[in-house]
């Protein structure tokens, strides 16, 4: 029940005594006028909502025969609001009143109100209007709606520049405020700049000369050097500032690399600190010639890998990883001797344990997705059999259920979801290498074969990605591959992408920053740390940093950017 539900639960059955007496006009004892209109009221009733009123009807300095009092500016319609509330604790707020009720509540330090007006404007938050409820948070000094939104500001920042048009609206000091802070969500800085110039181009004659202070905001030393000299140096607004000129031979300097520092140093420049990612990988656990507890968390914004493992960190491999819901679960898998059907899950704020209910079944090389706040593990390998048993898991019962097993047997397999489905592809049935893929509707509990793959795989990638199934690498029995193929689920075919630069099988897959990362694994004779990176927008690889150490047979997944973790991930 929340917080104001139980006052009204509380208060219910006294006030609604006082309220029936204020309806009749009964001992009422003072009487509020807005705009002619009067409306009777009782002064401690009153008292017990606001401390105005307190102040108001208490004070030594007041006439205490005084019986009318006028409230300009507030309309009968929000005073009404206000009485009812002070009787029942109970107020409706919509989009046509919040505007009126709120500052009349804080006028009349009605903090109830002011809350739940508060409440109503955080569910309205959206793109188009999150400029607005910032200026309106700061304005009424609502601590936690500003940090709120400015928080969805940062995070959507490139949309919020683009199509709010609000945008135009922001002061100076609150454009910088936004464009400055380390947890501004943009891949490119280029999107910062632009953003920079429609704010400018609003009112050119009193904001060009801004340029000066919004420029050395934009992280320039870590665009692509092309754009800076073409686009930045040359812009017309730039040129015509003297202090930019400054600004622009420092940030050639850095991209020129012509004053030698060193690299740790210039991340103290704020011209080239990478600003904090929205998302973060973790790679967890895996073989490296035995079975390794270590976790390493990858920031692609700083392209940097740091090891993050701690000593109460399990020694695993061949198991499965989610996250759901703040928590990391680490799922089934083998130290080396046993294989286990325990899981286990990880608080990566507090950097805590937890052991959760074990799966019915000890499996490794199992395929793990999350649909619909569940988990489900899919086949997998007990050391005799391979399985097609499915099993889902609630968070909030901590139970597991048994589903409906797929159509195959598949252990080192790889599952993702889409569009509220399950898919998985390839691994190895105990006998064969599949071509095979299936998609699991828990609308309907049913398991459905849909086309097979171009190429039989076991221990490959799958990711969801762009709207389509990607699978890459894995390996044929014969030879690891490189090869890409994508299934598009409104054609139901498979087409071949540009392949891996490198042949990689037991590898971590993930999707981060709108880019496919695979990392780790192995080419059949040793193991690698190489990670590379596919953008489907320019259809082509791209390498990334190595892992911290070669490893195979972990598992990763993605996480929200916890402090705790990106702080140690990548120095700043």
């Not at 490139?158 to 936004?178: N, R, T």
């Not at 704020?349 to 619909?372: F, G, K």
């Not at 030879?479 to 042949?503: G, I, K």
Request: hydrophobic content about 40%; aromatic content about 10%; overall charge negative.
């Amino acid at each position: 029940m929340m917080a104001h539900d139980m006052e009204r639960v509380l208060m219910s059955p006294a006030f609604e005594v006082f309220n029936k007496l204020r309806l009749a006009g009964q001992l009422c004892d003072v009487v509020l006028i807005t705009d002619g209109v009067k409306f009777n009221a009782h002064r401690v009733i009153l008292c017990g909502c606001s401390s105005y009123f307190q102040a108001l009807f208490t004070g030594d300095w007041k006439d205490s025969g005084k019986r009318e009092y006028q409230f300009p500016g507030i309309s009968p319609d929000t005073m009404q609001h206000i009485i009812e509330y002070a009787y029942t604790y109970s107020v409706l707020v919509t989009a046509e009143n919040v505007a009126n009720l709120l500052a009349a509540a804080d006028r009349l330090s009605i903090l109830g109100i002011i809350q739940r007006c508060s409440d109503f404007l955080h569910e309205q938050l959206c793109l188009q209007n999150c400029i607005g409820l910032f200026k309106t948070a700061d304005g009424y000094g609502l601590n936690e709606l500003h940090q709120s939104v400015f928080s969805f500001i940062l995070q959507n920042f490139k949309e919020v520049a683009s199509i709010s048009e609000e945008f135009i609206d922001l002061s100076l000091q609150e454009l910088c405020d936004i464009i400055e802070k380390d947890e501004l969500n943009v891949k490119q800085e280029d999107v910062v700049f632009e953003a920079i110039l429609r704010w400018i181009e609003h009112e050119p004659a009193t904001r060009e000369a801004h340029i000066s202070a919004l420029l050395p905001k934009v992280r320039m030393a870590r665009m692509d050097v092309e754009y800076f000299l073409t686009t930045i140096k040359n812009n017309p607004i730039v040129k015509a500032n003297g202090e930019c000129k400054t600004i622009v031979s420092e940030v050639l300097k850095i991209l020129y690399d012509l004053d030698n520092e060193n690299q740790n140093s210039d991340l103290e420049n704020p011209l080239i600190c990478p600003r904090l990612p929205s998302d973060i990988i973790l790679a967890i656990g895996g073989w490296d010639n035995s079975a390794t507890n270590s976790i390493d968390a990858y920031d692609t914004r700083a392209d940097c890998w740091m090891d993050v493992t701690q000593r109460d960190d399990s020694f695993q491999a061949g198991h499965g990883t989610a996250y759901l819901k703040g928590l990391v679960y680490c799922i089934g898998g083998s130290d080396g001797n046993t294989i286990t059907n325990a899981v286990r899950r990880l608080d990566p704020i507090t950097r805590t344990w937890q052991q959760v209910a074990p799966m019915h079944l000890p499996r490794c090389y199992h395929s793990v997705a999350v649909n619909d706040g569940s988990i489900y593990v899919m086949g997998g390998y007990d050391g005799q059999r391979v399985f097609n048993i499915v099993e889902r898991y609630d968070p909030e019962t901590n139970k597991w259920t048994l589903m409906e097993p797929m159509n195959e047997r598949r252990s080192v397999a790889s599952a993702t979801t889409l569009n509220g489905k399950i898919y998985i592809c390839g691994g190895f049935n105990g006998t064969d290498i599949l071509r095979t893929a299936e998609r699991y509707d828990p609308r309907t509990g049913e398991w459905t074969q849909i086309a097979p793959m171009r190429t039989r795989r076991r221990c490959l990638g799958v990711a969801a990605y762009k709207g389509e199934i990607y699978v890459v690498g894995g390996t044929d029995g014969a030879h690891p591959l490189r090869s890409m193929e994508v299934y598009d689920p409104a054609t139901y075919r498979w087409r071949t992408m540009a392949p891996m630069f490198t042949m990689r099988s037991n590898f971590g897959i993930a999707v981060v920053d709108d880019l496919l990362f695979v990392m780790g694994g192995t080419d059949g004779l040793t193991v690698t740390n190489k990670v590379e990176c596919y953008d489907a927008d320019t259809g082509s690889w791209y390498r990334a940093q190595d892992m911290s150490n070669p490893k195979k047979s972990f598992s990763c997944c993605v996480i929200p950017a916890f402090h705790r973790i990106v702080n140690s991930a990548a120095p700043r």
